[in-house]
């Protein structure tokens, strides 16, 4: 089965990436792998609560690493696409940047 991630960072601007079916990493690599990344890029709560759900922490990381860093960083792009789609159990994860949503 085809899994795709796509980031859509403004109207114009958007990336997509394939996986095939034995690419991917476990549900508990997936969410160490989110939970470093959301370190590293600094990136803050969107809760008041102080609470991040997955969904957050794709859309977090997605802002803080910018469409430049996906166009340019091949590992860090296909590790943020294993990592939607295993911490979502999802084949199809939609981080849209500009309407400030995640949906799978």
Same mark, same amino acid.
């Given at each position: 089965m085809q899994k795709?991630?796509?980031?859509?960072? *403004? &109207?114009?601007? /958007?990336t997509v990436v394939p996986l095939s +079916? *034995? /690419? =991917?990493? *476990?549900? $508990?690599?997936a969410r160490r792998w989110l939970d470093d990344q959301f370190i590293a890029n600094e990136c803050e709560p969107l809760r008041a609560s102080g609470k991040v759900l997955t969904g957050d922490k794709l859309m977090a990381i997605a802002e803080a690493a910018g469409?430049?860093?996906? $166009?340019?960083? $091949? /590992?860090?792009?296909? =590790?943020?696409?294993? +990592? &939607?789609?295993? +911490?979502? =159990?999802?084949? @199809? @994860?939609?981080v849209d940047l500009e309407a400030g949503r995640v949906s799978f």
């Open positions: 795709e991630v796509f980031i859509r960072f *403004s &109207a114009d601007q /958007e +079916a *034995s /690419e =991917g990493m *476990s549900n $508990a690599e469409a430049k860093r996906f $166009a340019d960083d $091949a /590992e860090f792009r296909h =590790g943020f696409a294993q +990592a &939607a789609v295993a +911490a979502t =159990g999802k084949s @199809v @994860v939609r």
